[in-house]
């Protein structure tokens, strides 16, 4: 009789005992008793293994249970019945058992409680911990629902190109996409690599955001989204940063400043409460062993609206603070780390939107605000920082005046010809419209209270460090 496998999620939904049920996965544990052998069997659905009863009367029990070890994979037949255990609902009584592939003596994953650095040796084996089990659902399910919040609200998703011949960011950070021999590229008269003889007949690299394509659909679909792997050549090396991680990046034309800030508030929401109600389990284990406030802090996040300060109260806060910064800040001056976390921790205790930036400290593409009274200049950008990780969004309403936009490129040495169809979107029909790009590595760390970006994304690229 043919049968199809169950995943332990679905078993241990069942509503009643199941006569044949058929399981595949990998043992976690095993425990063996006189007559019978435990064998904790998790295949990744959920977070919990199910426990399989194997009787000793079984055929070739002894020889099955020695290979039945630690990390081996297995296949399980029999019934699905209410375990007599306390912390299980159902269990599995063997009356087949398979192991499908054995797990070396040296199976890594031995004992509980190895350390997240050394997991990240053997990152290739670490999604079949609790861990790394749970962050990894929760990261698909997040997946899901960025793309349902979008989606739901009429943005369409747009694939942005990996390659790209611009710097959005202006930050000159990027990985260089070439097919020229590197040992002796071809060379113009002054001395400088030939990018005309190059696969693109220019120098391209690896795209730090897709906002200016993004743009480019926003100002023709209304509202649109990318969703995607972006890469930056900074030499950070932090727990917040990647050299490769994924930006969330939504465009909306005709929206300005205070719905770009309030479109990212109802969009971390979104996430948050997505993650709670659909999460519940690995969150729970996440806040037992990671981050023991975790659940709280998902609650209050939910439950309150951001706090807001411009870059100038933000300023003033900081500097009548009274703290000993390690950088000291005056206006004109970036926020850092330790800035950023102070405002969100110790000051509002909540997440909070700064805006209205200092002009020199941001990119060509922000609309500029009128002087103020003491004749500084702002720019229309938004940062949402959030306890414990700092900036989670940056984003901003854009330059959408031609001559402005112009302006500002010249000011940082962009050539316009470089940007051409950029400032195109100025000349044809032009509106205000304004985006932000979402760190999705960065929510992640705060959704799931791991410390580190490393231990967010599957296999982190940072400086030194691109195994497997
Ligand atoms: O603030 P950023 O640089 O903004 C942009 O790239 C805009 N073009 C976005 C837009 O308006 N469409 O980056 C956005 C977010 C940051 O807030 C942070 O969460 C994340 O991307 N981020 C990083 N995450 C991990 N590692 C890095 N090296 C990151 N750099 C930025
Ligand atoms: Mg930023």
Redesign the pocket.
């Known amino acids: 009789m043919s049968i199809k496998r169950t995943l332990v999620k679905e078993a241990h939904g069942a509503a009643a005992p199941v006569d044949d049920i058929w399981l595949q996965g990998w043992v976690r544990t095993r425990r063996d008793a006189k007559t019978f052998s435990f064998v904790e069997l998790n295949d990744g659905s959920c977070l919990k293994g199910m426990q399989v009863i194997v009787n000793s009367s079984l055929p070739g029990y002894a020889d099955l249970m020695r290979r039945a070890a630690t990390g081996s994979a297995i296949s399980a037949r029999g019934r699905l019945v209410a375990s007599q255990g306390a912390g299980q609902k159902w269990e599995v009584i063997a009356t087949e058992f398979a192991v499908i592939g054995e797990a070396g003596a040296d199976y890594p994953l031995q004992k509980k409680g190895c350390s997240l650095e050394f997991l990240r040796e053997i990152a290739h084996l670490r999604p079949r911990t609790n861990l790394f089990g749970a962050v990894f659902r929760i990261r698909s399910r997040l997946a899901y629902a960025i793309h349902q919040f979008f989606q739901e609200r009429g943005f369409h998703y747009v694939h942005t190109p990996i390659i790209t011949a611009s710097d959005?960011?202006g930050a000159g950070e990027m990985f260089g996409v070439s097919t020229l021999d590197p040992a002796k590229p071809p060379r113009n008269p002054d001395g400088s690599v030939d990018y005309s003889k190059d696969f693109f007949g220019r120098k391209t690299s690896l795209t730090?955001?897709g906002?200016l394509e993004?743009e480019t659909f926003a100002c023709a679909l209304s509202n649109i989204y990318t969703f995607g792997p972006t890469f930056?050549a900074?030499n950070?090396n932090t727990s917040?940063?990647?050299?490769e991680?994924w930006?969330v990046?939504p465009?909306a034309a005709f929206l300005e400043l205070e719905g770009d800030m309030q479109l990212a508030e109802d969009f971390v929401k979104h996430l948050v409460r997505d993650a709670c109600e659909h999460c519940a389990e690995d969150l729970e284990f996440l806040g037992k062993f990671v981050d023991k406030g975790l659940r709280e802090r998902l609650e209050f996040v939910m439950e309150r609206p951001f706090q807001r300060c411009s870059y100038t109260q933000a300023v003033e806060i900081l500097a009548s603070s009274g703290h000993a910064w390690e950088h000291p800040v005056a206006w004109g001056d970036n926020l850092q780390s330790e800035h950023e976390r102070f405002l969100a921790e110790e000051h509002f205790k909540c997440p909070v939107t700064v805006h209205d930036y200092p002009r020199a400290l941001k990119p060509f593409y922000m609309k500029v605000n009128a002087p103020d009274a003491a004749g500084r200049e702002t720019v229309r950008a938004m940062?949402v920082l959030v306890p414990g990780i700092g900036?989670?969004?940056?984003?901003?309403q854009r330059e959408e005046r031609l001559d402005v936009l112009l302006e500002n490129m010249a000011r940082q040495g962009l050539k316009e010809a470089d940007y051409r169809w950029y400032a195109d979107l100025r000349r044809h029909g032009t509106v205000p419209h304004a985006?932000?790009?979402?760190?999705f590595?960065?929510l992640l760390m705060f959704v799931t209270g791991v410390g580190n970006?490393r231990d967010v994304i599957p296999y982190a690229r940072t400086p030194g460090n691109a195994a497997f």
Do not use: K, P, Y
């Open positions: 959005c960011e730090v955001s906002q993004g930056r900074e950070s917040r940063h990647a050299a991680f930006m990046e465009e940062d900036e989670i969004i940056g984003g901003s985006g932000f790009g979402l760190g590595e960065r970006i």
